[in-house]
């Protein structure tokens, strides 16, 4: 299915269980697919967003949503979540080209994981507010984009890696090496792991909970989704 030239593409309040799949969303006024009001347990995969006037993806005061295996390309933003929107996985996605911001959350969203995902050329990766923490990030490839990270309101008290040896995101302006190991990167030899961790937009005050422990000194190659198919 196509859909454009709309105000808005899709807009659901108060439905739970839809699943949005295999469609092409673009150029349209607003939103490609917004999802408000306890729209809960969605299912949003193998989409194609492009040219939106607004977000691709905006998921307000609603739970338990996945954003899985879309191609966001040439939005203003890419996915946004606000409202108390939580327990939500956001995976497999490549989101390019956004105006404002790849990801976003903002006012008390919560208890959101970003795994897997491409983020590249963006005008800002990642804009977190401080008003409330418990984002997980990790796994995700993050590529020069303009502002890797905007933080409002102060630090985020997010989780930025996964732990040892999981580790956390690849950034393409890390500047650090892999010549050590371990939890403390402080064993001789190479785990893929940066040796030191990624301060994030300047938060490398001591005691900041904004920083990668672990960046991954490679990008993720992915195994399958959407992100190898175009």
């Known amino acids: 299915n196509a859909m454009s030239s709309y105000k808005g593409a899709i807009h659901l309040r108060y439905s739970s269980n839809s699943t949005i799949e ?4 673009h150029s349209n006024a607003g939103q490609g697919y917004c999802g408000r009001s306890g729209s809960n347990n969605g299912v949003l995969r193998d ?3 492009h040219d939106n006037g607004l977000t691709a ?3 307000g005061h609603s739970s338990g949503v996945t954003v899985r295996g879309n191609l966001m390309e040439n939005n203003f933003g890419g996915v946004v979540f606000d409202g108390g929107s ?4 956001v995976t497999e996605n490549v989101i390019r080209g956004s105006t404002g911001a790849a990801l976003r959350t903002y006012f008390y969203a919560t208890g959101i994981q970003f795994v897997d995902n491409l983020l590249e050329r963006n005008a800002i990766g990642i804009s977190v507010d401080g008003q409330r923490g ?14 890797q990270v905007r933080f409002v309101n102060g630090f985020s008290s997010n989780r930025w890696d996964n732990g040892y040896p999981d580790g956390g995101n690849y950034w393409s302006d890390y500047a650090g090496g892999d010549a050590f190991s371990g939890p ?3 064993l001789t030899g190479a785990d893929g792991l940066g040796d030191t961790p990624h301060a994030l937009s300047g938060y490398d005050l001591p005691g900041s909970p904004d920083q990668d422990r672990y960046p991954l000194a490679c990008p993720i190659a992915f195994a399958d989704g959407v992100i190898s198919e175009f």
């Open 86 to 89: 939580s327990g939500t996985m």
């Open 134 to 147: 418990g984002q997980t990030y990790y796994h995700n490839n993050i590529v020069a984009n303009a502002e």
């Open 47 to 49: 989409n194609w967003f």
């Open 184 to 186: 403390g990167q402080d």
């Open 22 to 25: 295999d469609n092409e969303i």
């Open 57 to 59: 993806v905006h998921v």
